[in-house]
């Protein structure tokens, strides 16, 4: 090669590397400016006593307060562990359920996938209002249908119970986000090579067998991620339960992440804590990694195992 050829090549390398940084500079500046820069911000202010006019350092105070004074947080935790693994257990062997029905060329698919697809693009509030009046007590179409199939005799308050109230947040939330998980499985059921079943066929393998034998262990690295992904916006929801039960009743449906909002915000009638929030977004924030890091090491051993 000559030194022309050379020096042309250099500056064509140039150029790629100069188009390639432009080209992610704007998703990585937005990714330290809403990621990195939040989390310093709560780092900070977790070691202040802070109500957004009045800044005081306290040291670890909050943290003090957080881990002997305040049971309720604690309680928000467990809510939440409740809530995301009851759903979850229904939630994802549902979706790949249907994804693997709805997997098969069969006439009218394409409309059942987009049916179960629709709930996860409507506003989470928009699901909690539909829920609420859904299960209301005396006017809810649930109560109206089980006394009518006389399977109760009067209406049920869905929302004075904890438990009731409870099980409502997590249909909501499977009705919501099944779909989306169906997605997720359909496009890995559709990367498995169709000349494995077809061989499987040829030598008398059930279906069922197939489903075990070759189904699960070619999705196994994307049913992984999916897992992961549910846990984490699992014991990340918040909205929803804002917009049905608020916490109610008497606090008791509260979650980690509401807890959390109204104590930042002041939301409630409560005085904004800014710097207690901020606390208590670290602890739950190391929570959610401490979640993760066993779920990946447990998967990592079980795929080791196998």
Not at 37 to 65: D, M, S
Not at 77 to 100: D, R, S
Not at 115 to 129: E, M
């Amino acid at each position: 090669m000559s030194i022309r050829e050379k020096s042309s090549s250099a500056a064509r390398d140039k150029k790629d590397s100069l188009q390639a940084v432009l080209l992610v500079l704007p998703g990585a500046a937005g990714f330290i400016i809403f990621t990195y820069f939040p989390i310093v911000y709560i780092l900070r202010y977790a070691l202040y006593n802070y109500n957004g006019f009045n800044l005081q350092f306290t040291g670890l105070e909050n943290f003090v307060r957080l881990f002997s004074r305040d049971p309720e947080f604690w309680h928000s935790i467990g809510n939440t562990f409740i809530l995301a693994f009851g759903k979850l257990a229904v939630e994802i062997p549902l979706a790949l359920a249907l994804a693997v029905l709805l997997n098969r060329k069969l006439i009218g698919t394409a409309f059942f996938r987009v049916a179960y697809f629709l709930p996860a693009i409507i506003s989470t509030a928009i699901v909690g209002l539909i829920f609420s009046l859904m299960f209301a007590t005396f006017d809810g179409v649930v109560n109206g249908i089980l006394i009518d199939l006389h399977i109760i005799k009067q209406n049920i308050n869905w929302f004075g119970f904890k438990w009731t109230a409870m099980l409502v947040l997590a249909i909501a939330s499977i009705w919501q986000n099944v779909g989306v998980n169906m997605i997720f499985f359909m496009v890995a059921l559709q990367g498995i090579p169709k000349e494995l079943y077809e061989c499987a066929s040829i030598d008398g393998v059930s279906s069922w067998r197939q489903f075990w034998s070759i189904t699960l262990p070619m999705i196994g690295p994307m049913f992984q991620m999916i897992l992961l992904m549910a846990i984490i916006g699992s014991l990340k929801v918040a909205d929803l339960i804002l917009a049905s039960t608020n916490g109610q009743p008497g606090g008791s449906t509260e979650v980690v992440m509401t807890y959390v909002f109204k104590y930042f915000f002041g939301y409630s009638g409560r005085t904004p804590q800014i710097g207690y929030a901020s606390a208590m977004a670290v602890v739950t924030g190391v929570i959610l990694a401490v979640v993760s890091v066993i779920y990946l090491k447990a998967t990592k051993s079980m795929k080791e195992a196998v």
